[in-house]
């Protein structure tokens, strides 16, 4: 198959590898002159080195081309994944470039990250063919993809990304009616927002809320979410501890500050708490680490024994 991406920043360019890891001729382009060969291609090169495929890096990369201009990246393509700027007007005039060029039957996905993609998506030729699949960064490292249709994509197109995207080692969800931010981002800035405010009401440091969730709910997170987490924390399951605890968990919701009206001193207390941890001279140095460490989480998740196969 021959898969395209459509601006080779940090999220286009770790699509190009799930693409091509998994043996697909891989088209890149950006706007930005030079930026494909001399950022995305050596950066894709490094992660994937770090990546330890059994396969030769060097017999990956030559899947990879770098094209001059939109027609020619998308002429024949299967799959186009467009990773521009999230900005509505700049997605609005990327994608109808894409879908004037790119064959009818090819997939048109974007990765936006909160956008519906009924604002950009559906005012093209074809539109049946064209979804939201937005990845979690970098998806070469993490697998889930929410798959969200604009209402006039087809059922077939649906599943054909669905399919396509198993085949490739990617984990998706479908997220079945749109709504800003899908579900993965809705689910974190909510919490983003509430850790904002118990920062800065002094509840706690910044560096005590990261630790919350690395040294307490994520070491659950990485196995089980938290539906199942309530369900295995109750001797009569899911019903016994909302029944137990239910007004409890809806006073935290009515109580939590979503609308936490966080101003620049605040954003530079957290920003000096994080750069005494990594300075900023030294983030792509922690990403490395970062994507390293993912790749360790996700060897935990191996299955420990069966004792319940559908969990594993
Ligand atoms: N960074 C994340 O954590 C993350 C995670 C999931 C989804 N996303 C979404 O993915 C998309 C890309 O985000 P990013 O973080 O990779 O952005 P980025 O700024 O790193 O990269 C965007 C790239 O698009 C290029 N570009 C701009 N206009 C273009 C055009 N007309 N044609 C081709 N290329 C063009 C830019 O030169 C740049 O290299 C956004 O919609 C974002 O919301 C980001």
Redesign the pocket.
Known sequence: MIFVC???????RAWAIVFARAGHAVRL????PG?ARDEALPAMKASLTDLDLAEPVADIMVRFTVCED?ASAVSGADWVQE????DLP?KQ??IAEIAGVAPADAIVAS????LPGSLFLNDIPSPARAMVA????PPSHIPLVELCGTGLTSDASMERARATLIALGQDPITVNKEIDGFILNRLQYVMFAEAMHLVGEGYCSAEDVDKVITSGLALRWASIGPFMTAHLNAAHGFAGFVEQLGPMMKKMGTDAVTDYDWGPELVQKIHCAMEALVPVGNIPEAQRWRDARILATRASQEPVGGISPKLE
């Open positions: 459509i601006g080779c920043g940090t999220v286009g382009y950006d706007s930005n930026f939109i990773s521009v700027r999230e700049l005039a990327v990765s936006t990250s909160a937005h990845p979690v960064n």
